[in-house]
């Protein structure tokens, strides 16, 4: 049994059925929709370069074609993990030996006046897309609440398409948290040269209408701006309420050992509600990208068949936006980051970026460096030792030679 129809659940059921597993498979998803990635939601299907099929995991017809019993509308209430049952909405009972929950996030929702009006949106969701598509067709402005990947993303979509945009972010930069000071204002330069009215340290105080729709929105600083839809990022939370009802281990996520088991021997945990205790990085984290979703879905369906598989995988996520193309690898936590270097051109956008902890690299990025990419940037963090500052930041000297090594 498997609760969730987005990429971890698909991915988990494609691998039993490709590893050998000839039993039931149920695989149950709340939206109307095949399984689906979401990444083109924010990118490639937003921009209009990717026909809406390509967000598909697969067609409904292969699930039917390898005996996957795919649900679709259909919402689970509860686990009676005493009868190993899951309970539906409509108060069906559906039996498991081995259950995976793969429930995935949802938005944070916003919490200003206006916020209940027709136009304002979150994207999470192929229907959401569709909405905010059709803000852009119909040639906006928009207003994006948050600079984080998804509304950068969102903007860049909107912009590329000629419509005029908004971001307002209470930070001083985008991604301020998440990249620092230096790398964060490539970002913020990025987007005000495309066009994006850029607007940092502004919160958001109200949302204006217009006969039940979205007409403009009040900003901290008292300014009105224009907008025929709000677009609102500003992070997501873990579903682990069918966790918690069922007294799994919960805490910012479910809690689930090196091999995706939760508390409870027989139900695992996948992608973004999985938090868990990472024996590469010697802690629990827990990660809403669409790579640890393809990574998990299939760790947890090998785990589910009585393989002894350890999840070791490095969190790992990508952006496009506009020219610029970027892929980030590794963990770090607010405060525990001593030094940033950088490498390369930052002021072409053609650099890399690397977050070091007591002297170790802990994560790494490279912007537009397709050639090398992240790999020799992967091996640094694998390794584990520490590095020669001066050399990391040469681009002259190759990477696996950036490694102090001790004599003898």
Known sequence: MIVGGGLAGAKAAETLRAEGFDQRIVLLCE?????????PLSKGYLLGNDPRESAYVHEAEWYREHDIELRTSTRVRRIDRFASEVVLTDAERVHYDRLLLATGSEPRRLDVPGADLQGVRYLRTLPDSDAIKQTIEA??????????????EVAAAARENGVEVTVLEVADLPLQQVLGDEVASVFADLHR??????????GIASIEGTDGRVSAVTTSDGSSVPAAAV?????ASPRTSLAEDAGLVVDNGVHVDPHLFS???????????????????????????WANALATGPHAARSMMGQDVVFEELPYFFTDQYDLGMEYIGYTTPGTVDEVVLRGDVAGRAFYAFWLTSGRVAAAMHVNLWDDGIDPAKALILDGGPVDTAKLADPSVPLAETLVRSEG
């Open 31 to 39: 939206e109307a929709e095949v399984p689906y990635e979401r990444p």
């Open 139 to 152: 040639g906006g402005p928009i207003v994006v609440v948050g600079a984080g990947w998804i509304g950068l």
């Open 193 to 202: 040269e495309h066009g994006v009215d850029l607007r940092l340290g502004t």
């Open 231 to 235: 677009v609102v990022g500003i992070g």
């Open 263 to 289: 508390s409870d021997p027989v139900i695992l945990a996948a992608g973004d509600i999985a938090a868990v205790e990472h024996p590469v990085l010697h802690q629990r984290i827990r990660v809403e990208h």
